[in-house]
């Protein structure tokens, strides 16, 4: 049986697959991005939990990250239509199907990174903060 984390992370990356881009989890990024974009999921990191007694809970904000890439000659414009439907994804269940508390994304890190004897690519990394709170914390 799957963790909590575990079935956040895949309900995470079930959510994306909804986009028109093309969604992975924990890859390279390839050597050709799809015309439509790519988001690749990054599963990040739990933090440290706030714990709560009586019941034993261990309450985490965890810290996963979706990088998203396109490349074409309309870049900019494609980059901000893959971030707002991730935003509109996100928005539509806030809890992934009441399996978290809340999941919120944060401001976009963008860059463009050259590529050699082809169009150069633009990429964001978008911090995704997934609340949740599980009985062990490695279960």
């Known amino acids: 049986m799957p963790t ?3 079935t956040i ?3 995470l990356h079930a959510r994306l697959s909804v986009l028109p881009a093309t969604a992975l989890r924990g890859e390279v990024l390839p ?3 799809p015309a439509d974009g790519l988001m ?3 599963d990040g990191e739990p933090g440290e939990p706030e714990v709560t007694l009586s019941p034993l809970r261990y309450h985490y904000q965890h810290r996963a990250e979706i990088e998203a890439v396109v490349q074409g000659s309309d870049r900019d414009a494609a980059l901000d239509t893959l971030v707002a439907g991730l935003g509109a994804a996100l928005a539509a269940d806030r809890t992934l199907g009441g399996l978290c ?6 401001a ?5 990174l050259p590529v050699e ?7 964001a990394v978008i911090p995704v903060m997934l609340h949740f709170s599980t009985a062990d914390p490695l279960g």
């Open 4 to 6: 909590p984390r575990e």
């Open 108 to 112: 976009p890190r963008v860059v463009d």
């Open 31 to 33: 050597e050709r991005v």
């Open 40 to 42: 690749i999921l990054r």
């Open 9 to 11: 992370l895949a309900a």
């Open 117 to 123: 004897g082809a169009a150069s690519l633009k990429a």
């Open 101 to 106: 508390d809340w999941v919120e994304a944060e």
